[in-house]
């Protein structure tokens, strides 16, 4: 009990919450396009981490054949768009209408035909860009990593994009309505096949930039995804499949319990405190925490 | 004189019988051949961790035995598994090779997390396994198997390597005693790195030395944050970290960026014996942490060792750098695996094969009871001798298998504990230059 009030008052409880916070930020970002994608063409890329993983290769390899960074994280997007767009040309629009464990089965099918080839092409070694953005330092205790803030502010960036995107433009009100109903769409004579198409570039453009910021933090190898994958998919189950501003909300709610937990107790708690909320929210609120009330 | 050209033709005969029956004993010589199933990682997180490196040590052991025409006649025939860093794979693969492969033994492993299972099993199915890698105590202790050997260190003699050496150093080379040093574990919880911790812990309590945290975590956890913050609360002296990769570039990134202080890092194998890796990840702020191991084969003063081995050590360098050219720094891994293999072909196998007319598990395990090197016997240096029944709780470990502590300094690798191995006087603690210092 004294060990838990000394870390309760601790400078570094403060740390906690913010550091909660950042990753949250990281969660946040993933979780954004995997969601968009689901809610409007509603098959639920299990291989969306894979895709990211992709990204970071791409990025790693322009950056170190001499391109500079920005650039390299440009074309880092334009490959994860053209995946996205790819993906579901290729695999998704011929099992839009099956059940959905033959989607779940495609995309995972998927997830392992990217880890393998990532395997072949670029081998098992650990990749590292080699860049890091430093610190901040808030007080002589606390210091803040640079990358996580720059993510946590990229994050907010793209939602707020996203929700204009999506509330103000033509196309983004198409999405919408393409989400609400999808079959009166075609009859209202909405061409919902390029609807899908660009739903799938602006997800596979969002896991371009997912990576970005992942290969500023964590080593590229193939497997990578593994390490996000589930995370990602939870976050966005728990904050309603297809609710993009509920999954971005449970991406900070998913992070503090990691965090918190981690600090009170051991590293482990954090996951397993986490993922007991997940499964009590399932049971209350099976829809996802933040979805509306139909 | 009609009697002499009887005996000629006789003699002829005789000698013509002779000669068919020397090629064909030889053509059966040359036909026998000993089936080794050989599982390492080659893929999943763990292959680009270590595992890839010790399988290339493992394979150039064999083809140089190979090479060299076979073991008593016999030639390896290996088949290689992959275990893709997953236990169940593992005992998959091993159960595979055993039953439908019918491969007469076993050799390899990298996790300990996959021994620990594949080693009942392997015993179960009373079939020799030769460990050239995997350090779990948990593999071996209290089970009594028959049938399993590792030549290789134990994960106890890394924790308690580490922390003797800290013990040993803490006055002279930090200006505090021991006893009020502060010291924080940190580890992967899977077998290894708890088996390690569990080592760090014991010996820190022998030596009544202050432990402030021992912590596990997740080698695929995505986030460290909250152990750094934990860490920078304690605010230990000396960090004690067993991990793998990525796990360990991600703490070390994160413990920078949070302004982690410490006196002195000491990282155990796996993870930290890849310095290429840490030095492409992290750049020079690797300099001067340390890794306990089995030394590197080639830091090993070559007068030290039996004569003939130096040669063998440099041969294995060569197909090394041969088969990864971009390497920099010549890793521990690779002699570590070459070097358990050799114990076995050039030590038990000819035993077993001499002296107990066979191949089978049986043969093996007293070949492999009666084996018996000195210090300097082998590529590794230490010597091999495993207990026999009874004598103690862990059957098959070797008893005289020990790690070092090195420290690496400018992409250089030098054997700083024990002092009669030394290469370096160590330096301790951390330089103003590194962004960790205390």
């Given at each position: ?33 995997l ?16 895709i ?13 054949a001499g ?6 994280i440009?074309?880092?997007?334009a ?6 767009y790819l993906?579901?040309k ?16 495609a ?9 393998g080839?990532?395997?072949v ?11 890091s953005?430093g610190?901040?330092?808030v ?9 996580r803030l720059?993510?946590f ?11 204009f995107?999506?509330?103000?433009s ?5 999405i919408?309505?393409i ?24 997800g596979g ?20 995804g593994?390490s996000?994958?589930?995370i990602?998919?939870?976050?966005c ?9 509920g999954?971005?909300?449970?991406a900070f709610?998913?992070?503090e ?26 049971f209350?609120?099976?829809e ?7 | 004189?009609r ?10 005969i005789?000698t ?16 026998k ?37 076979g073991?008593?006649?016999y030639?390896?025939?290996a088949?290689y ?46 079939k020799?396994?030769w ?14 198997l ?13 924790g ?6 800290l013990?040993?150093?803490a ?21 290894y ?8 812990a014991?010996?820190?309590k022998?030596?009544?030395?202050n432990?402030?945290?021992k912590?596990?975590y997740?080698?695929t956890?995505?986030?460290l ?10 605010r230990?002296d ?10 360990i ?10 302004g ?8 155990h ?8 890796k ?6 020079n702020d ?8 089995p ?9 030290s ?5 130096a040669?063998?050590?440099e ?6 750098v041969k088969?990864?050219?971009?390497t920099?720094?010549?890793s ?6 070459a ?9 038990v196998?000819p ?12 043969s ?5 009871l009666e084996?018996?090197?000195?210090v300097?016997g ?15 709780d ?7 298998a ?11 690798v030098?054997v700083?504990?024990?002092k ?11 330089p ?7």
């Amino acid at each position: 009990m004294a060990e838990f009030s000394e870390a309760l008052f601790s400078i570094f409880f403060i740390e906690t919450l913010i550091n909660g916070l950042l990753l949250g930020g990281v969660l946040a970002l993933l979780s954004l396009g995997l969601n968009l994608i689901f809610g409007v063409v509603d098959v639920v890329w299990i291989c969306y981490a894979e895709i990211i993983m992709l990204g970071m290769y791409t990025i790693f390899f322009l950056y170190k054949a001499g391109v500079p960074l920005p650039l390299a994280i440009l074309g880092g997007i334009a490959v994860t768009t053209i995946l996205g767009y790819l993906t579901h040309k290729l695999v998704i629009s011929r099992v839009l209408d099956a059940a959905p464990i033959n989607q779940l089965l495609a995309t995972g099918g998927l997830l392992f035909f990217f880890q393998g080839l990532a395997m072949v092409v670029f081998g098992i070694e650990f990749r590292n860009l080699g860049v890091s953005l430093g610190s901040l330092a808030v007080s002589s205790d606390i210091y803040l990593s640079s990358t996580r803030l720059l993510s946590f502010a990229v994050s907010g960036v793209v939602v707020i994009c996203l929700y204009f995107f999506l509330s103000r433009s033509y196309l983004g009100a198409a999405i919408r309505a393409i989400s609400q109903d999808r079959e009166i769409m075609t009859l209202m004579g909405v061409d919902t096949k390029r609807l899908y198409l660009l739903t799938s570039a602006i997800g596979g453009a969002l896991a371009g930039l997912a990576a970005a910021l992942l290969a500023l933090q964590y080593d590229i190898h193939p497997f990578i995804g593994l390490s996000f994958g589930p995370i990602t998919f939870v976050i966005c189950v728990m904050g309603g499949l297809g609710n993009m501003v509920g999954g971005f909300l449970a991406a900070f709610v998913f992070a503090e319990l990691i965090t918190l937990g981690g600090y009170f107790a051991d590293l482990e708690w954090g996951y397993v405190m986490a993922f007991v909320f997940f499964v009590v929210t399932m049971f209350i609120r099976p829809e996802g925490l933040f979805a509306r009330k139909s | 004189m009609r009697e002499f050209r009887v005996f000629q033709r006789v003699t002829a005969i005789a000698t013509m019988a002779l000669a068919l029956f020397a090629f064909a004993i030889n053509a059966t010589a040359q036909d026998k051949k000993i089936k080794i199933g050989v599982i390492y990682d080659y893929t999943g997180p763990l292959a680009g961790g270590g595992s890839d490196l010790q399988a290339l040590g493992a394979k150039i052991m064999i083809d140089h035995i190979n090479s060299q025409g076979g073991v008593e006649g016999y030639k390896i025939k290996a088949i290689y598994a992959d275990a893709q860093s997953k236990p169940e794979v593992a005992i998959n693969e091993a159960v595979r090779l055993i039953e439908q492969e019918k491969v007469d033994m076993l050799l390899g492993f990298y996790s300990s997390a996959q021994c620990v299972p594949v080693a009942a099993k392997v015993d179960a199915l009373k079939k020799f396994m030769w460990i050239t890698t995997c350090i779990s105590p948990a593999v071996l202790k209290g089970r009594k198997l028959k049938y399993v050997f590792r030549p290789q260190v134990h994960g106890g003699q890394f924790g308690w390597l580490s922390v003797e050496f800290l013990h040993a150093n803490a006055k002279s080379k930090m200006g505090v005693e021991p006893g009020k040093l502060r010291l924080a574990i940190i580890h992967e919880d899977g077998p290894y790195g708890s088996g390690v911790a569990g080592g760090n812990a014991s010996k820190a309590k022998e030596l009544g030395m202050n432990v402030v945290l021992k912590e596990g975590y997740s080698a695929t956890a995505p986030d460290l944050s909250s152990l750094v913050t934990k860490l920078k609360r304690k605010r230990p002296d000396v960090i004690l970290h067993t991990g793998y990769n990525p796990d360990i570039s991600l703490f070390l990134r994160q413990a920078k960026e949070q302004g982690l202080k410490f006196k002195a890092l000491i990282g155990h194998g796996a993870g930290y014996g890849v310095a290429d890796k840490l030095y492409d990840a992290l750049g020079n702020d690797v300099d001067h942490f340390f890794n306990v191991d089995p030394v590197s084969i080639w830091l090993l003063d070559p007068k030290s060792l039996k004569p003939g081995l130096a040669a063998i050590t440099e041969k294995v360098g060569k197909e090394y750098v041969k088969a990864k050219p971009s390497t920099k720094t010549k890793s521990a891994h690779v002699g570590m695996a070459a070097s358990n293999a050799h114990v076995f072909f050039t030590d038990v196998l000819p035993r077993a094969i001499k002296k107990y007319g066979g191949i089978d598990a049986e043969s093996l395990r007293k070949a492999a009871l009666e084996t018996n090197i000195p210090v300097g016997g082998t590529l590794l240096g230490f010597g091999v001798k495993f207990p026999k029944t009874g004598e103690n709780d862990m059957m098959g470990q070797n008893t005289m298998a020990s790690p070092v502590v090195m420290q690496y300094i400018k992409r250089k690798v030098y054997v700083a504990w024990p002092k009669a191995l030394q290469t370096i006087d160590p330096v301790l603690p951390l330089p103003k230059s590194s962004p960790y210092t205390k």
